[in-house]
């Protein structure tokens, strides 16, 4: 009998915690615009804990960047790709699969065929607690979670195994999603014993990570999900620490041990993240995007941002606009 494990105590409270992406009235436009129906409920916030999926389709590009809960892995067949990760252009070739933190904003912009057949593209959604509840792959999980964007080696991974993968998932079978979980973690630990190819640099320094006991996965799971799911609402480290159960000092050294990096920072991080491409990506005002971003007081807003970017958030969109020629 397979028991399911426990996320924590207080997990459950935040279940159907009130997330940005939830409420109709606040939700971003560019999130209703750039995903079919029958994607939402892979890139929906509340899908991020305890739900895995793949597709295998022909691609399209991105008019807008996105972002979604679930640790994503691309795998392109027939031609290469670009994303575009704040400013920052990164060309993967075919037969390589690409991992990455989706709730990093993102935007496909450039697909190349090569040959002359059909170019299709594998997508592995992973929820955080799949994730962060592998064996053995510390150092991968904290590069993802800190930002970074890594390409595994071609001859890691075929083309024929992802066919495969994809024919385990649809069955319905559990057993065969079992094998494919199993088989994933495989992978990827197998990708560790040689050096990561890093597209895009983590915040975090990998190096040194050692896996926590799976009790204290769980805990930042419940925290990392809170923080996501509330974003944009007031919220302090001892909020966080709440879900958890645990006293706060425990609990804030638990989550920096696994992210790598403080929990305040963290936060600040993943709203300028949201801010800005609210900011590239819709016409709300500078002071709306503060508060869909979460941010307490727009000079806060203002003063975290310009360190961040070096700009205000008005030539920012002032640069984008310029640059797109709108």
Do not use: C
Request: hydrophobic share 45%; aromatic share 8%; glycine share 8%.
């Amino acid at each position: 009998m397979r028991r399911r494990m426990d996320p924590g105590p207080g997990f459950e409270q935040y279940r159907k915690g009130h997330s940005l992406f939830r409420n109709p009235k606040v939700r971003p436009a560019i999130m209703r615009s750039t995903t079919s129906k029958a994607e939402r409920r892979f890139y929906a916030e509340d899908r991020a804990i305890g739900r895995f999926g793949m597709r295998l389709f022909e691609p399209r590009l991105m008019p807008a960047p996105h972002w979604h809960g679930h640790v994503e892995g691309n795998f392109l067949i027939g031609g290469s790709m670009t994303y575009v990760v704040e400013d920052q252009e990164i060309e993967v070739g075919p037969g390589r699969l690409v991992l990455f933190w989706a709730n990093i904003p993102h935007q496909l912009v450039r697909l190349s065929p090569e040959g002359d057949g059909p170019v299709r593209l594998a997508n592995i959604y992973l929820p955080l607690d799949v994730f962060l509840f592998m064996a053995h792959i510390a150092r991968l999980q904290v590069a993802l979670m800190s930002g970074g964007m890594v390409a595994l080696d071609p001859a890691l991974l075929t083309e024929a195994q992802v066919g495969t993968w994809y024919r385990d998932y649809r069955s319905g079978n559990a057993e065969r999603r079992d094998l494919l979980l199993m088989e994933l973690n495989a992978l990827l630990r197998r990708a560790l014993l040689q050096p990561l190819d890093i597209l895009r640099a983590p915040m975090g320094d990998p190096e040194g990570a050692e896996h926590p006991q799976r009790s204290r996965v769980a805990h930042v799971v419940a925290m990392l999900r809170f923080i996501l799911e509330n974003l944009a609402q007031p919220m302090t480290n001892a909020d966080v620490a709440k879900v958890t159960g645990l006293h706060e000092t425990y609990a804030l050294s638990l989550f920096t041990q696994v992210v790598r990096m403080p929990m305040r920072r963290f936060i600040i991080r993943m709203r300028l993240l949201r801010a800005r491409a609210l900011l590239m990506e819709s016409n709300a005002t500078v002071a709306s995007v503060a508060v869909q971003a979460g941010f307490p007081s727009l000079s806060q807003f203002y003063d975290h941002f310009g360190r961040a970017y070096g700009v205000t958030p008005q030539a920012l969109r002032a640069g984008a606009s310029a640059g797109s020629g709108t």
